[in-house]
C-alpha cells in the first residue's frame, strides 16, 4: 500500500517549456488535489478533483491544467513553465471532500523554472 | 505560532523534554483541524486531529488541545525525541476547504 506516488520527484525547466506532474493514489480515495508549497507559506490549492470525472479551480490556479485521468490518478500540467512557478508540488488524496477527512500527501515534486 | 513569511519560527527543544507548538486560526466556523508534520524532503504527514465538538484529543505522545473562545491550537508531544526534529503545521477545516498555516520549525537538540 504505497498511498499516493508522486513523479517525478525533481525536475528543472526552462521559462516556457511544458511538463506534467503525475499522481496517482491506491487507498480507493474519491477526492484528489493539487497544492503548491513556497518558503515561508502554507500549502495552497491549485486544483482539485472532488469526484471522478469532475475538476474545479482552488486559489491559485493561473498557469495551471489538471486532469483526472481515473478514480487513481490526477496530473497537473504546466503548458508554459514561468520562474513564478518554482515551487514544491504536492498531491493529496483524501476519502471524501466536504466529509472531515484528513489529506494524505505525496512526497512531492521540486520544480525548478529558469 | 505560525507566521507567514520568509523564516518559520523555531522551537528548540532539549530530547527528553515536552514541546508545545501553537497556532491561531481564523475562521471561526471551522469545524475540524488537522495537526501535521513535515520532515526534510518529505509531503506533510497526518498526526493527530480533532473536531470542533472537542477541547482535547490525545494520542501516542500527542495531546491537541483546541480553545474555539480565542481561536487557538495547540500540539502537546510528549518526551520529544530526534525523530520529531520537523516542521509541524496546523489545518483548519470549513465545509470541506483546507487552509493551512507555514508552519514551526522543531530542533530536537541532544
Known amino acids: 500500500n504505497a498511498g499516493v506516488t508522486q513523479t517525478p520527484k525533481f525536475q528543472v525547466l526552462k521559462t516556457g517549456q511544458s511538463m506534467t506532474l503525475q499522481c496517482a493514489q491506491d487507498?480507493?480515495?474519491?477526492?484528489m488535489y493539487w497544492y503548491r508549497q513556497d518558503p515561508g507559506m502554507g500549502l495552497r490549492l491549485i486544483y482539485y478533483?472532488?469526484?471522478?470525472?469532475?475538476?474545479d479551480k482552488g486559489e491559485v490556479p493561473n498557469g495551471y491544467n489538471v486532469s483526472r485521468l481515473n478514480k487513481r490518478e490526477f496530473s497537473l500540467r504546466l503548458e508554459s513553465a514561468a520562474p513564478s512557478q518554482t515551487s514544491v508540488y504536492f498531491c493529496?488524496?483524501?476519502?471524501?471532500?466536504?466529509?472531515?477527512?484528513?489529506?494524505?500527501f505525496g512526497n512531492g515534486t521540486r520544480l525548478t523554472v529558469t | 505560532g505560525e507566521s507567514v513569511g520568509l523564516h518559520l519560527p523555531t522551537l528548540s527543544v532539549q530530547e527528553g523534554d515536552n514541546s508545545i507548538i501553537n497556532c491561531a486560526y481564523s475562521?471561526?466556523?471551522?469545524?475540524?483541524f488537522i495537526w501535521y508534520k513535515q520532515e526534510s524532503g518529505k509531503g506533510p504527514q497526518f498526526i493527530i486531529d480533532?473536531?470542533?465538538?472537542?477541547d482535547k484529543r490525545q494520542g501516542q505522545r500527542v495531546t491537541v488541545l483546541l480553545n474555539k473562545t480565542v481561536k487557538h491550537l495547540s500540539l502537546q508531544i510528549a518526551a520529544t525525541q530526534p525523530g520529531d526534529s520537523a516542521v509541524y503545521f496546523c489545518?483548519?477545516?470549513?465545509?470541506?476547504?483546507?487552509?493551512f498555516g507555514a508552519g514551526t520549525q522543531v530542533v530536537v537538540t541532544p
Open positions: 493529496a488524496s483524501s476519502l471524501l471532500r466536504g466529509d472531515n477527512s484528513p489529506l494524505h
Open positions: 487507498m480507493n480515495h474519491n477526492s
Open positions: 478533483s472532488a469526484s471522478e470525472g469532475t475538476t
Open positions: 475562521n471561526s466556523a471551522s469545524d475540524y
Open positions: 480533532i473536531r470542533s465538538n472537542m
Open positions: 489545518a483548519e477545516i470549513s465545509w470541506g476547504k483546507f487552509q
